[in-house]
C-alpha cells in the first residue's frame, strides 16, 4: 500500500537531477549574488524541492508564454499556436498524447476545435483524470486570459514534466481542453464546457469513463492573494481528500474551509456520476474586477500560489494512489 505513495514522494528528487533550483529556472543568466528571479518577495516561488518537485516558477514561465499568443479563442489563428505549444512541451517531456480535432456546434457556428491529452500508463486499472482549459474567453476584447485559461494551463505543464516519466499504479491523463468558455452566453443553449462534453462523450464510447476514479479540474488557481474554497458541487470526499493533503502539508491558509460554487468543466462528470472536484477562485478574481476583463494579465499572477496549487496536486496524487491500491 506504501509503495505507491512512495512512487509520488520521490517525484520532486528524480526531477531535481534536471535542476530544481531558481537559477536553472531563469535560464541561468543570473549572477551568483543576484536574486534567481525578479518577482515581488511575496508572490516568487520557493525553491522546487520545497514544492514537493513542482517548479512554480516553471508553471508561472509557461503562464506567460500562453499570455504572449495574445487573446486565443476558440477557432482562432492564435490558439492554433497554443496548441502547438502545449504539444511540443508535452512531447518534449516524453508524455503520451492524443488529440482529438472535433466540431463544435456553437451559437456563432460550428467551430474546429482540439483536446490534447497526456496519458501516462497505470501499471493497475484506474485513471485519474486531471483537467484544464487552455482558451480564453471570446467575447471580451484584447482578453489573454493569465488567470482563465492560462494558470492552470501553466500549471498542468509543469505536472505533465513530473509525470510523463513515471510508472504509477493509477494511470494519470492531463488533459487540456478546448471550448470551455461561452461563445456569446454561457446561461444559453448549453453554450460552453464544448471539451469536456467532448472529452466525457469520448471516454464513455472509448471504454475508459468506468475506470475514471476521479476527476480533479483546475480552473483560476495562480491568482495574487488566492484562497481555495470547497466547491459546492463538486464530490465531497475527494474535496476532503485535496483539502486535508493541504492542510497536512501547512497550506490551510490557502485551501480554507469556506464553501463556494461553480459551473465548470468538472460537470459534464459529474453528471455521468464520476468523481470531480473543480479547484477555483472565481470569487476573489471578481471582486477585484479582473474576471473577463483585458486586466487578467500576468501582474495578478503569483509564482508562489501556483507553487501552493502543484503541490497539493502532486500529493493529492499520491493519496489517490494508496487509497485506490489493490
Ligand atoms: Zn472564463
Known amino acids: 500500500m506504501s509503495g505507491g505513495m512512495r512512487v509520488w514522494m520521490t517525484i520532486g528528487v528524480l526531477a531535481c537531477a534536471a535542476g530544481c533550483n531558481g537559477n536553472a529556472a531563469s535560464g541561468g543568466k543570473v549572477s551568483a549574488n543576484a ?97 484544464t482549459h487552455y482558451d480564453t474567453v471570446r467575447t471580451v476584447p484584447d482578453f489573454v486570459g493569465a488567470e482563465d485559461g492560462g494558470s492552470s494551463t501553466g500549471l498542468m505543464l509543469e505536472i505533465a514534466r513530473h509525470l510523463c516519466s513515471e510508472k504509477p499504479q493509477l494511470a494519470i491523463w492531463m488533459a487540456f481542453l478546448d471550448g470551455e468558455e461561452a461563445m456569446v452566453d454561457w446561461n444559453t443553449n448549453d453554450d460552453h464546457t464544448y471539451g469536456s462534453r467532448e472529452l466525457v462523450a469520448k471516454m464513455e464510447l472509448d471504454g475508459d469513463l468506468k475506470d475514471v476514479k476521479g476527476v480533479i479540474l483546475a480552473d483560476m488557481i495562480g491568482q495574487k492573494g488566492l484562497t481555495m474554497k470547497r466547491e459546492s458541487s463538486s464530490t465531497p470526499w475527494l474535496v476532503d481528500l485535496i483539502w486535508s493533503t493541504a492542510a497536512k502539508l501547512g497550506y490551510g491558509n490557502v485551501f480554507v474551509s469556506q464553501s463556494t460554487g461553480a459551473s465548470d468543466d468538472h460537470d459534464p462528470f459529474l453528471a455521468k456520476k464520476v468523481p470531480a472536484v473543480d479547484l477555483i477562485d472565481l470569487d476573489d478574481y471578481i471582486a477585484e474586477g479582473y474576471w473577463h476583463t483585458p486586466q487578467d494579465t500576468m501582474d495578478k499572477i503569483s509564482a508562489k500560489n501556483l507553487a501552493i496549487v502543484g503541490h497539493v496536486m502532486l500529493a493529492s496524487l499520491g493519496v489517490l494512489e494508496t487509497k485506490f491500491s489493490k
Not at 511575496?42 to 504572449?68: E, H, I, N, W
Not at 502545449?86 to 456563432?108: K, M, R, V, W
Open 35 to 131: 536574486p534567481a528571479v525578479v518577482l515581488d518577495g511575496q508572490d516568487k516561488a520557493p525553491p522546487a524541492q520545497q514544492t514537493g518537485g513542482f517548479g512554480g516558477q516553471r508553471a508561472y514561465d509557461d503562464t506567460a508564454k500562453l499570455v504572449s499568443f495574445g487573446p486565443h479563442p476558440s477557432g482562432s489563428d492564435a490558439i492554433k499556436q497554443v496548441q502547438n505549444y502545449i504539444y511540443s512541451e508535452l512531447h518534449a517531456d516524453g508524455c503520451q498524447i492524443s488529440q482529438d480535432n472535433f466540431n463544435a456546434q456553437t451559437p456563432i457556428g460550428t467551430i474546429a476545435m482540439q483536446n490534447i491529452v497526456a496519458e501516462v500508463p497505470g501499471t493497475g486499472k484506474g485513471i485519474i483524470l486531471l483537467m
